[in-house]
Structures are given as structure tokens and as C-alpha cells.
């Protein structure tokens, strides 16, 4: 029995020590000094603790309250808790800046989308008077879309003190600016050139062949061309975006499973973007699950009113729809597509009928086919494209998207007033 009673002291001892050992490593203690001071407008960086619960580090979860605010001179106290356990800093933020930073002009700026920016400048000095301007970090001064913004301007001396200042920039909605315009392309079928269709030369000449796509989406990507969304083309167009220059989209219209059989592997191959609008009613499912792509979209081409029976243009249905019946369309084409960003009219009809039902469905942009670029101030819902032809050569594609000084020619551009499909 003996022996019995004396392991169960011993374990018993053993425990005890363990539990003394473990709360002896529970602790928190403060990394750095107690009191720190920081120069006003400084960037104030909080050394933080080490904290142990039962031998585990825990130091990335304690929870820290009183951090200064370096706009406001002061002393603060910096509290850190874990568990049980608190700890304290004083940090006082001094009245004048450490180094001094001193902001030119005015501290805030307005200006119209796509004016230019001038900096009025700035200087900079440590305690001793040493001139530090030429070392006065400044911050990204591209604005290419409305909205506030802030430049930051930061500097630190010998011994790592740091201040940072900002100026504020205020960028307005502008459609006046000068622009080369955004080519919004209208292609509708593809093919391989050593399998033409029987049609290829019957369908107003729609077709392009894959061989010549490529090429033209291979020059896209060798030019550095941007592709922009469709919520991007809607802000340019509304005066809130700047686009790269040489920005372009691609459009594909009616959905033709031929057509999406050839665009998918183009469109992985080049990786360059494109949006079929769909004539949902024509197996609109079926396509939209079967062909999905990173590069690839659908969007409507509406649901089941790409047919003649109207009495004006085209002679499309869609401008003279009742409201309810064209708007049931429409959302069930955004339905099917997964998306109702962009329109694209049958035949390119469009009136304020048109633009009624397209709007109350909610799509941001509409497309026609009239000939030209989108342009800053234009109506969203009614947008020009650019029409794509058979045979198209390259070098007339170039023409007709490139913005003309980026051009290394004399010759005239070569458009063509386009009829709608």
C-alpha cells in the first residue's frame, strides 16, 4: 500500500510543479520604452507587447486601446490587455512637427476630369535645419476617375522619425475633355477559313474568319490595348472615367453555336475579352452553361424579339413593344444571360420606347449600329460600334480602332456607315 501512496505523492508533486511552472509563464510585458514621444503629424508605430498565456505566445492577440491620434498633440495612453493582465504606455505627440513638412498652395484642389494636375510643392527640414525636401516621398498623382482622393507627402530624418501630410484632390465628372473616342466592335460570325460555310459569302457579310480574329486580337495585345468593363465603358461615357487611350471592346452579336465553338478557344488562347449578346430564346440556356470562359460573357440580345414586325427602322419589334411585354423580355434574357450590364438592339433599333424598357430592366449600357466610337456626353443607352467585316484586312482593322496618332501613316482612315443586323 505503501509504495501505492508514494507514486500518488509523487505524480501529485509533479503536477503541482507543472502548474507552477506554466503560470509562471504567463505573462505581458511591453516591447520598447514606457514613454515615447511623437513629433505632430508623425507616423506613430506601436512596438506592441509580449504576452505568454501558460507558456503559449499570445502576443498577436492582445487587444490594444488609446493609440494617438498624431493630428492632435497630447499625451496618450496606450493600454494593452490579455486576459487577466494589462500593461500601459505613454505616448505624447509633441506640439510641432519631427521633422518639419510644409505644404505650397492649397490644401485642398478641385479639378474637371482629365485636367492636369500641378504640384505647388512642398519642404521639408529636421531639427538641426538640414534641408530634407529633396528626400519628401510623394504618393501615386494619377487620377483617372471622379471622386475625392488624397496625395501623401512623407518624410523622416536621421533617426527614423517620420511625418506625413496630405493634400486633398477633388476630381469632377467631365464629357469635354479631348478623346480619340472608345471603339465598341461588332462582329457576328466566325469560321475557319479552310472550312467555310456554305452561307459565307450570303449573310451581308457578317462572317470573320478565326484566322483573321486572331491576328487582330493577337496586334490588340502586342499594342498593350486595355479592355475595359461595362460598368467602366458606362463611367467613361458619363464623364467619371479616363480610359487608356488605346482602349477597345469586343462584341459578338446573335450567339450562334458555330460562333461560340470558334470563340472559346480563341479567347483562351489571346485572353483577350469578349461579350456575345445572346438571342436567349435560341437555346440561351443551354449556350450560357455550356460555353464559360474567364475571357467570355453573355449578355442580351433580348429574349425572343430579334424578328421583324415593326414599322420604323429595321422594322425591329422591340421599339414598339408595350412596356410590360418588353420588359418581361428583357428580364428574362438577363435571367438566362446571368447578366444585365449591356444591350445590344436587334437590328440596332432604337427609340424612346427603346430606352424606357431598357432602362427600367436596368441595363447600364446599350449598343446600336450606328458607325463610330463611344464618346464622354453620349447617351449610355445608345451607343455606335464599329463594324467588322469579311475579309477585313488588318491593316483596315488598325485603322478603324487605333486612336490616329498612334498611327504611323498619312493615309486616311477607311470607315463604313453600317447597316443593322
Excluded at 505581458?28 to 504576452?51: C, F, H, M, R, W
Excluded at 494617438?68 to 499625451?75: C, F, Q, R
Excluded at 440580345?301 to 429595321?314: I, M, P, R, S
Excluded at 435571367?335 to 436596368?362: H, K, M, Q
Amino acid at each position: 500500500m505503501l509504495p501505492v501512496i508514494l507514486v500518488g505523492v509523487c505524480v501529485l508533486g509533479i503536477g503541482l510543479m507543472t502548474v507552477y511552472y506554466y503560470s509562471e509563464q504567463t505573462y505581458l510585458v511591453l516591447n520598447g520604452d514606457k514613454e515615447v514621444s511623437v513629433g505632430l503629424q508623425g507616423i506613430y508605430s506601436d512596438p506592441g507587447v509580449t504576452a505568454k498565456s501558460w507558456g503559449r505566445d499570445v502576443s498577436d492577440q492582445a487587444e490594444v486601446s488609446g493609440l494617438p491620434d498624431t493630428k492632435t498633440p497630447g499625451e496618450y495612453v496606450v493600454t494593452y490587455t490579455s486576459g487577466d493582465l494589462h500593461v500601459e504606455r505613454t505616448v505624447t505627440v509633441l506640439d510641432h512637427m519631427v521633422p518639419r513638412l510644409e505644404l505650397k498652395g492649397d490644401k485642398t484642389v478641385t479639378l474637371k476630369l482629365g485636367e492636369a494636375y500641378e504640384e505647388a510643392g512642398f519642404e521639408a527640414e529636421d531639427d538641426s535645419g538640414t534641408d530634407l525636401t529633396d528626400q519628401v516621398k510623394v504618393s501615386d498623382q494619377k487620377f483617372d476617375r471622379a471622386g475625392t482622393f488624397r496625395i501623401r507627402y512623407t518624410v523622416s530624418d536621421s533617426e527614423g522619425r517620420t511625418t506625413r501630410l496630405s493634400r486633398k484632390v477633388v476630381i469632377e465628372p467631365n464629357t469635354e475633355y479631348e478623346t480619340p473616342g472608345l471603339p465598341i466592335c461588332m462582329y457576328h460570325y466566325v469560321y475557319d477559313e479552310n472550312d467555310p460555310p456554305d452561307d459565307v459569302n450570303a449573310r451581308y457579310k457578317n462572317y470573320i474568319s478565326k484566322q483573321d480574329l486572331i491576328e487582330e486580337m493577337n496586334w490588340l495585345n502586342e499594342e498593350g490595348y486595355y479592355y475595359p468593363t461595362w460598368e467602366e465603358v458606362r463611367d467613361y461615357v458619363d464623364g467619371k472615367l479616363l480610359l487608356p487611350q488605346k482602349s477597345i471592346v469586343l462584341t459578338f452579336d446573335d450567339g450562334e453555336y458555330a460562333t461560340l465553338d470558334q470563340l472559346i478557344p480563341i479567347v483562351e488562347e489571346t485572353h483577350v475579352p469578349v461579350t456575345s449578346f445572346l438571342i436567349t430564346e435560341h437555346a440561351g440556356e443551354s449556350k450560357a452553361k455550356k460555353y464559360k470562359s474567364e475571357y467570355f460573357r453573355f449578355e442580351s440580345h433580348t429574349h425572343g424579339l430579334h424578328h421583324a414586325g415593326g414599322a420604323a427602322g429595321y422594322r425591329g419589334m422591340l421599339p414598339v413593344v408595350d412596356f410590360e411585354t418588353g420588359l418581361a423580355d428583357l428580364k428574362k434574357s438577363i435571367e438566362i444571360c446571368g447578366s444585365g450590364l449591356a444591350i445590344a438592339y436587334p437590328y440596332g433599333d432604337f427609340n424612346e420606347n427603346v430606352r424606357t424598357i431598357t432602362e427600367a430592366a436596368g441595363f447600364l449600357v446599350g449598343v446600336t449600329t450606328q458607325f463610330g466610337n463611344a464618346r464622354p456626353g453620349m447617351d449610355p443607352l445608345a451607343l455606335p460600334r464599329v463594324r467588322m467585316w469579311q475579309d477585313q484586312t488588318l491593316d483596315y482593322f488598325q485603322r478603324n480602332v487605333a486612336p490616329p496618332d498612334t498611327l504611323q501613316t498619312n493615309e486616311t482612315t477607311q470607315t463604313t456607315q453600317t447597316t443593322g443586323q
